[in-house]
């Protein structure tokens, strides 16, 4: 019986390398032993059985059918590569002692100048659990076993093993026997060989506050990505595999809506904001009706990039208002238009009767469409005629004389007027 101690660093180090010599009957040898000078070749199998995850569940089942079914001293290889993983490699079990004679390729082609069927003595097994000769090829942590335990076999054990001199020594079942076994060994071998601990490249993510703009493996791509980023008011952030390496904020526009009189008083500002789209709008609503009159500037990050003048202060422009040489007399929420005209007929009626004074101006003021008026001056009327029938030009004269024309409280008023006649 052999008892040769053999183990692999890099898998024992990672507790994956079982010595299962002892555990099932045969496994320092039923057929006899032989020189490791011997051992020639390294065949690698695939053991045609479902993996179970389990490394002990695979070590049976083979040990079942080679033992069981077969009647065998033994398992026939001498390793096997498990389906259980342990810290990223196959844990491995070897089953059978290197220098003992086992079952597993009788070389029935007679290849290597080596007797027919008697390839049991010059070879060294090691089969892959599962079944490959369907393009199925071995796991990560099986390739990352096979090639740690090949590579101390080929590589390292020289004094040892004096015959297996390099990668080509290490074949495919079925480059000695008639059999589909272990699979396409022309991709399998290279993959095992091959195989590298080279760490993969790391990934690259690219975020704008809660959007990701980028992700992926290109450090070009990513870098570029992140210069472009440039929206005002985000952060930008460039991470590498999951660990922040810049990060950038790119200030917000400020947007304001100024204010100032026109007699030049001090300006106030009405609304600041970062979002254009708010500020465009606000600035309507503050230029629109109602507003009061004076300089509005929109400005963006303190440069004017609109700018609007209100000449008129607003009529009362609520419901039905009436008003009296110019001051508002009443206005009563809900009132219908009847109500209204009625008031307005009577306060009418009192100025007909001189009880409002010389001068006395009645007017009905709806926002939505009545507007009627009476004076007793003609004074009065042709003033509202005239600015009704020559709007715009009055709008420039003001802006050319603003206080004198604007202090003028008929005048004013007439404004008031034929602005909601044009808007009718
Ligand atoms: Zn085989």
Same mark, same amino acid.
């Given at each position: 019986m052999s ?18 010599r002892?555990?099932?009957?045969g496994g320092y040898g039923w057929r006899g032993d032989r ?38 001293g033994g ?21 059978g002692d290197?220098g003992s004679i086992r ?107 809660? &959007?990701? +703009?980028?992700? /992926? #493996?290109?450090?070009?791509? $990513? ?5 472009? *980023? @440039?929206?005002? %008011? ?33 300006? &106030?500002? +009405?609304?600041? /904001? #970062?979002?254009?789209?708010? $500020? ?5 609503? *503050? @230029?629109?009706? %109602? ?134």
């Amino acid at each position: 019986m052999s008892n040769i101690t053999f183990y692999v660093p890099e898998i024992k180090n990672a507790g994956a390398y079982v010595d299962d010599r002892g555990h099932y009957a045969g496994g320092y040898g039923w057929r006899g032993d032989r020189s490791l000078s011997n051992i020639r070749k390294i065949i690698v199998h695939h053991t045609v059985t479902n993996p179970t995850g389990n490394a002990r569940k695979d070590v049976d089942y083979v040990y079942q059918i080679h033992h069981g079914s077969r009647g065998w001293g033994g398992i026939g290889y001498h390793f096997l590569i498990t389906s259980e993983e342990k810290n990223g490699f196959a844990i491995v079990h070897e089953v059978g002692d290197i220098g003992s004679i086992r079952a597993h390729a009788i070389n029935a082609k007679g290849l290597f100048g080596l007797p027919k069927d008697a390839g049991n003595v010059y070879f060294l097994g090691i089969s892959i659990v599962g079944r490959f000769d369907q393009g199925a090829m071995p796991t990560k942590a099986q390739l990352r076993s096979l090639h740690y335990l090949i590579k101390e076999l080929v590589e390292k054990e020289d004094a040892r093993l004096p015959n297996l001199k390099s990668w080509s020594d290490v074949i495919g079942h079925k480059d000695v026997d008639y059999t589909a076994c272990p699979g396409d060994w022309t991709k399998m071998k290279p993959l095992i060989q091959n195989f590298t601990e080279k760490a993969p490249d790391p990934v690259y993510v690219i975020t704008q506050e809660s &959007t990701q +703009l980028y992700k /992926g #493996t290109d450090q070009a791509k $990513a870098t570029d990505v992140y210069n472009k *980023a @440039t929206t005002p %008011g985000t952060t930008v952030k460039m991470t590498k595999d999951g660990k922040e390496v810049k990060s950038k904020t790119i200030p917000a526009i400020k947007y304001e809506i100024r204010f100032e009189e026109h007699s030049g008083n001090t300006g &106030t500002i +009405l609304w600041t /904001g #970062t979002n254009e789209t708010n $500020a465009k709008k606000t600035f309507e609503t *503050a @230029t629109g009706d %109602g507003a009061k009159a004076g300089i509005y500037r929109l400005m963006k990050d303190d440069k004017e990039i609109d700018k609007r003048e209100v000449f008129i202060e607003p009529v009362n422009v609520v419901q039905y208002a009436v008003e009296l040489n110019g001051e508002l007399k009443s206005v009563t929420a809900g009132e219908t238009e009847e109500q209204a005209k009625t008031r307005y007929a009577n306060l009418k009626k009192d100025a007909q009767k001189g009880l409002h004074g010389e001068n006395a101006l009645v007017t009905l003021i709806s926002a939505n469409q009545t507007v009627d008026k009476y004076g007793n001056s003609k004074q009065w009327m042709d003033l509202i005629d005239y600015y009704s029938k020559s709007y715009d030009d009055t709008i420039q004269k003001i802006e050319a004389n603003y206080d004198e024309v604007m202090s003028n409280p008929l005048v004013r008023l007439a404004l008031s007027i034929s602005k909601l006649l044009k808007k009718k």
